[in-house]
């Protein structure tokens, strides 16, 4: 068995269940990664490297990369010092804006961007400190560029539509022309943190070191479904308007709730607006609550990118309202509910909803089931390819 050591270029990735210590409680994929790595018998570390360190006695190194320009990016010299001791280590994302990222870290091809006053300031860095590493951080930065490193790709795997050309994670990279046979893709949910009305807790039985306490556990019975529809999403300009083709009324930059043909909409999520901010169990508690869930669609369609809301929507028996190339990834060929506008809800029996409701769960789980043993498959795959 391996001594892998996951690292990255901000806190989150650098660190284990940092999502504890964040306001919202959302799990990122790489909470996943963990598990499954330690459940496979590997020896895994994941944090912040130490510039300088030796790290010979890894046998895989996974390097989150981000851009050096995030306010977040708070690690970036010391993600970089793992590539340059490390130079064939997996690379991994998790930001599905993939050009924004590679051009930002391209532009640090240049001594003078990567130790600009903001990059440095950020990591909290003097000149002083970074100089004498200066041949390896450069050595890192074109080694990203290179796009020879294995990448690792938290997503739904899209063989089941049987068309590579429109579906697939290479649609995140194509337009940096990243190699396709380079592109590894893991789906986190059978290892991650599922959280579902009888269990919201923010640890669980996924991680293989944690031990249930019975208090852990909800036993309140769920709550009868509400005709009205949630939606937690960035209120962006392409957001709004696929609200109001949804058939939204209201102005989701100033309210809390709208409508659509009677149905209420609350709104979560936008901190800089006037809506609601919950944590991922109490968003979840929503969820089952509400019939439909409003899923907007990003320019990431088709590609696979991994979210945790469609598992969380077939747990809760909800409708997902989403964009039709998003959906065929989770729901495949099968389902028969494709052109569904949230405005097709308000007229339909409590039934005829259930069975939607139903028709996702069944699809997204004969297609994503939970096997472990498929993730620690596709796991070994990035492993093994070198």
């Not at 429109?166 to 995140?172: E, F, Q």
């Not at 194509?174 to 059978?190: A, G, Q, S, T």
């Not at 509400?290 to 809760?316: F, I, K, N, T, V």
């Amino acid at each position: 068995m391996a001594k892998i050591l996951i690292c990255g270029m901000n806190k989150n990735q650098c660190t284990r269940k940092f999502y504890l210590r964040q306001q919202l409680k959302v799990v990122p994929s790489h909470y996943s990664l963990y598990n499954c790595l330690i459940d496979m018998g590997h020896t895994v570390e994941q944090r912040q490297v130490t510039i300088g360190e030796d790290l010979s006695m890894f046998d895989e190194i996974v390097v989150f990369i981000a851009g050096p320009r995030q306010l977040v990016a708070t690690q970036v010299f010391e993600g970089l010092y793992a590539i340059a001791q490390r130079p064939n280590c997996i690379l991994a994302v998790d930001d599905w804006q993939v050009p924004d990222l590679f051009k930002g870290i391209i532009k640090c091809e240049d001594w003078n961007e990567l130790t600009a006053k903001f990059i440095l300031d950020v990591n909290k860095k003097t000149i002083e400190d970074v100089e004498p590493f200066k041949e390896q951080f450069l050595a890192a930065t074109k080694q990203i560029a290179s796009m020879k490193n294995r990448m690792l790709i938290s997503a739904f795997r899209t063989e089941h539509l049987n068309d590579p050309d429109n579906y697939g994670p290479h649609l995140l990279f194509d337009k940096i022309e990243y190699p396709r046979e380079k592109l590894f893709v893991f789906n986190p949910n059978p290892y991650h943190r599922n959280r579902s009305w009888e269990d919201v807790g923010h640890e669980g039985d996924e991680d293989p070191t944690w031990k249930r306490s019975p208090l852990d556990i909800t036993q309140t019975p769920r709550p009868e479904k509400e005709r009205r529809f949630n939606f937690a999403s960035l209120v962006q300009s392409k957001t709004q308007k696929w609200l109001k083709k949804q058939g939204y009324t209201g102005n989701p930059k100033n309210d809390e709730q709208g409508d659509i043909a009677g149905w209420p909409v609350d709104l979560y999520g936008s901190k800089a607006d006037t809506q609601k901010r919950l944590t991922e169990d109490e968003m979840v508690k929503v969820l089952t609550r509400d019939w439909g869930c409003l899923m907007p669609g990003y320019e990431h369609a088709g590609s696979g990118w991994w979210r945790a809301r469609p598992l969380q929507c077939a747990h809760a028996f909800s409708i997902l309202i989403g964009e039709e190339k998003e959906l065929r990834v989770y729901y495949g060929k099968e389902y028969k509910y494709y052109g569904l506008k949230a405005t097709d809800l308000v007229n339909l029996s409590e039934d005829e909803l259930a069975e939607i409701a139903f028709e996702q769960h069944k699809c997204l789980f004969e297609i994503h089931g939970l096997d472990k043993r498929q993730q620690q498959n596709e796991l070994q795959a990035v492993l093994d390819a070198k």
